[in-house]
């Protein structure tokens, strides 16, 4: 059965790095969309980083130049790179596939991870 199992969150001080890891059972990943989504208490979810197929990708206006996704697709992984965390980029962060998608929305993505907790003191 297919399952998204994310790793990787920890609380870390402001201006610190954390590397999420997505694995993917199931998932020829060469074949799916991939993202990563967040949510902090008392808000929606938000689409952070996107990648289609073909390896383009796009990110949210509050994460350019901090975050950086990448998949390996002989490892069925996918990544976030962050940098320089901030503050309000507290949240649980989810990784999500999809077979199609047009836009870096949760709507458009079908299968989802559980997500892992990101904490990030100033």
């Known amino acids: 059965q297919w399952q998204l199992v994310e790793s990787g969150g920890d609380l870390v001080q402001s201006g610190g790095s954390l590397r999420l890891s997505c694995e993917a059972s199931?998932?020829?990943?060469?074949?799916?969309?991939v993202g990563w989504f967040r949510q902090a208490p008392g808000k929606e979810r938000e689409g952070v980083s996107c990648?289609?197929?073909?390896?383009?990708?796009d990110y949210a206006d509050s994460v350019k130049g901090r975050f950086t996704i990448s998949k390996d697709v002989a490892k069925f992984k996918v990544y976030l790179q962050m940098n320089n965390l901030k503050p309000e980029d507290t949240a649980v962060y989810y990784c999500?596939?999809?077979?199609?998608?047009?836009?870096?929305?949760?709507?458009?993505?079908?299968?989802w991870g559980q997500g892992t907790q990101v904490t990030v003191s100033s």
């Open positions: 999500a596939a999809a077979h199609r998608s047009l836009s870096c929305t949760e709507s458009e993505y079908r299968y």
């Open positions: 199931y998932f020829r990943l060469e074949y799916y969309y």
């Open positions: 990648m289609t197929i073909e390896g383009v990708t």
